[in-house]
């Protein structure tokens, strides 16, 4: 993605860094770990002035467009449509009309959920092309569904808040939006796709690693800032020791593991060779 910035700004923000006091911002993370709940209810959603919000939905913005709204086999076409005001009312009627789970069920008869949003989906270069990452509900998980509906009408976190998934920019979906007693608590970047176990805003974050050809999961440690370093006044994130311990213990009980099945084939092999 193509970011324009000017020199005078960025010579700023760097005098910034080197003269004044880091400020001390409130965690967004819960003293049990994952994302502190409590927080998530007192932030502002007026999208003024933060550009990292998606579009406010306009229901009028599909009239034009009634027949890709309500055919399931013609998808509008996203690139004409830059906010996605008639994609979002296309797949909204798809999700609508298929109800493919109880979560997505359950969501819909919310009447505290109403669609504000419309679908921020990431944007990628392709042989010079801009291009924009279509949804996948047809032959999907369920999870697509439920992310997307959720993505709709979820609250729309800072870049700061984002889990460690969504702060690499990974992903479907460009912002980090939850919906609080919902989708165990991932964010529906994380959650789309059925993998929202990864997703640092659930305090049991696991992800799914392969080390020597066994493969197994790890916990995944989220990022907090470390008062006790920084650089030029930002904070640089730290992993907890209790993790490191962790990860290296389970680390080194998989190595042995596969020494162990590598030796067996190889006393099996040599005794085949001998016969």
Known sequence: MLVVSSAAP??????NRLHDEPEELESPRSEGGGLDWDLVAKLDQDPEGKSYFPPLFDEDARAPYEPYA???KVVPDILTDPECQVYTAWCLDRIKNMRVSNIVASML?????????????RSYYKEQQLFLRELQLNSSPLSNHEAAYASMVGVVLSPEMACEYCKKQNGTFRCCIVVPGRLNGACTCCHYNSGGSKCTHRANAVKR???GGVSNTRPVAPRSPSPSRSIHGSSVPSVPLSYQLESIERDIDLIKAKLTNLKAEAIAKERRLRR
């Not at 960025?10 to 005098?15: A, D, F, P, S, T």
């Open 10 to 15: 960025r010579n700023r923000r760097k005098r």
């Open 70 to 72: 309500t055919d399931n």
């Open 109 to 121: 008869d919310d009447p505290n959920l109403k669609v504000r949003w419309c679908l921020p989906l």
């Open 209 to 211: 690693v392969k080390i």
